[in-house]
């Protein structure tokens, strides 16, 4: 079974800092994918960026970026220059392997940018 | 940009009675998935759906949970005699095919019975 764990119930940070979620995770797997979504207070879920376990540079996307450690099976986001709109809670997720690839996820981070 | 739709956003209900909560997917995509998440907790996975049957489905989704994809761009979650425990935010997902990973999510059906 997949197991995803963000210990950070709730973050803050002023603006213009950066900022890094913590995500760990556990699987069985060798092939799986890993993912960051935002969830504004709107209710939306947001993409923001994936990881494949194979690899072998950290994803990066804009002001965000993976800092993907295998061995320690870490996959932490990474907000650089935080800004007033990054307020909202973020979800680590990983993907099964098999052909579904359903989403498995952790519990979140409300992160709080301050001004 | 093409995105995936839900509708309603908001449905009511009172307990015992069916529901159907609706997407439309985007169009190319081949993969599609219903995600719900009670207030204050994590989204989870209830099934997945591709080539017009169930891949898989979580312990969540029993005989109350059925889909269906009636035409060619609606998919559909029906619940049938729901409980108070089934209030919750319900998301459609779609991703494109084998080789790509990004699930696209709609905004949500929040479904509340009372």
């Known amino acids: 079974a997949q197991k995803i764990t963000q210990t950070q119930p709730g973050m803050f940070v002023q603006e213009k800092e950066a900022v890094t979620l913590d995500c760990t995770y556990d699987t069985s797997d060798q092939s799986y994918g890993l993912f960051w979504y935002k969830q504004p207070s709107s209710g939306e879920m947001i993409f923001l960026i994936y990881?494949?376990?194979?690899?072998?540079q950290n994803a990066t996307e804009g002001r965000y970026s993976l800092n993907f450690q295998k061995a320690r099976k870490s996959a932490n986001l990474v907000i650089s220059a935080s800004q007033l709109g990054d307020s909202a809670m973020y979800f680590c997720a990983m993907r099964t392997s098999g052909s579904a690839r359903q989403l498995t996820f952790g519990s979140g981070t409300q992160l709080t940018v301050l001004p | 940009e093409p995105e995936v739709t839900q509708t309603p956003s908001h449905q009511v209900t009172q307990m015992g009675q069916e529901v159907i909560l609706r997407c439309v997917p985007i169009s190319n995509h081949l993969y599609f998935y219903w995600y719900r998440q009670i207030l204050g907790q994590k989204v989870e996975f209830l099934v997945s759906?591709?080539?017009?049957?169930?891949?898989?489905k979580s312990e969540i989704f029993d005989d109350q949970f059925s889909v269906e994809r009636p035409d060619g761009s609606n998919f559909t979650l029906k619940i049938r005699s729901t409980k108070l425990e089934d209030s919750a935010m319900y998301f459609c997902?779609?991703?494109?095919?084998?080789?790509?990973?990004?699930?696209?999510f709609g905004p949500g059906t929040r479904l509340t019975v009372l």
């Open positions: 990881q494949g376990s194979y690899d072998e």
């Open positions: 997902a779609s991703r494109e095919d084998p080789s790509y990973n990004e699930q696209f």
């Open positions: 759906f591709y080539n017009n049957e169930i891949s898989e």
